[in-house]
């Protein structure tokens, strides 16, 4: 069993992977910079770009991170776990400007119809190089941001992913156009936009998911429906909400227990089965659990149980 996640390794941690992100895209997009001017490759440069933005979106993160993983007080009774979302969410922005303005840069270099410069070797070495560096650095920063759970490292790891999709697309530009198709270059610029564009709209899509309290994945609310179901003590489950917090989640449970148990044996069966999810699951960063008498159910109650049940023998068939 793994230990609660505590906020300050998640500092750390997103601290350490993010002076490392902002050391090796600063070289990375001085290099690009570089071979796209000399070697007259526009994705290049516009690939250069990109990785430029990553040091502004690590530098969000850095922020984002710290601010969350502030303890709770007076004025935020629950902590500050959403500002990763925040984080999330500007960095999301930023992808999707970044993308339409390289797209757009690609748009007026074809729709100029002026003669489009054939791009030297030196801006096909730079692609290779890129391809390389990024792809390590997403399965560095994927890594770290699963062991600590953050949804804001995990949306810097896909930046790289996309950083190394791009210089992908810009070595196939520039390699079409080095063997006489020179408008490659530009079209390369274009997708490599529709590509930042569309993860900057998963990572928004995922952080506003986040915000707005939505339950957690079919798997873990059957894993928990399970956990509760065969404790001892516990008659039946009569209800299950779960809801993200940023990387955590929050569950409030309600349990029917034998109606002629006294308050405090009720609350022992209670406590017990909170201290093992809290233990199960290290980003349930509360359960509130109450007990009901072992009575009838209302209907509504009824059908509600009825559907999550169902809903558990169809995970555990599939």
């Not at 990109?50 to 850095?62: G, L």
């Not at 560095?140 to 210089?167: C, E, F, M, P, Q």
């Not at 506003?208 to 008659?235: C, F, W, Y």
């Amino acid at each position: 069993m793994q230990s609660k996640q505590h906020p300050s390794t998640l500092a750390q941690t997103a601290t350490r992977v993010s002076i490392v992100s902002i050391i090796v895209n600063i070289a990375l997009s001085a290099m690009k910079l570089l071979a796209g001017i000399v070697a007259h490759s526009g994705a290049m440069i516009s690939d250069a770009i990109h990785s430029a933005s990553d040091v502004f979106s690590t530098i969000i993160v850095i922020v984002g991170v710290r601010i969350s993983s502030k303890k709770e007080d007076k004025e935020h009774p629950y902590g500050h776990d959403r500002m990763e979302c925040v984080a999330s969410l500007i960095l999301a922005g930023l992808l999707a400007v970044t993308g339409f303005l390289i797209g757009w840069s690609g748009v007026q270099t074809i729709a100029s119809k002026k003669p489009i410069a054939v791009p030297g070797m030196l801006a096909l070495i730079a692609a290779v190089v890129s391809i390389a560096v990024k792809e390590w650095m997403y399965h560095y920063t994927i890594r770290a941001a699963n062991r600590v759970n953050s949804g804001a490292l995990k949306a810097d790891a896909w930046h790289h992913r996309s950083d190394a999709l791009s210089s992908v697309g810009a070595l196939i530009g520039i390699a079409g156009a080095r063997l006489g198709l020179p408008i490659l270059d530009p079209l390369a610029q274009i997708i490599i936009a529709l590509m930042v564009i569309k993860v900057g709209f998963d990572i928004g899509k995922d952080s506003v998911n986040k915000m707005v309290d939505r339950s957690v994945d079919e798997k873990t609310q059957a894993a928990i429906l399970k956990v509760a179901a065969h404790h001892p003590g516990v008659v039946r489950v009569d209800d299950l909400r779960s809801r993200t917090f940023g990387a955590n989640f929050y569950v409030d449970l309600e349990i029917a227990v034998d109606h002629t148990l006294d308050i405090q044996r009720a609350h022992a069966i209670a406590e017990s089965l909170h201290n093992i999810l809290e233990a199960r699951y290290p980003n349930l960063k509360h359960c509130m659990i109450h007990v009901n008498p072992d009575v009838d159910l209302p209907e509504e109650k009824k059908e509600a149980l009825q559907q999550k049940a169902e809903a558990q023998e169809g995970i555990k068939k599939s």
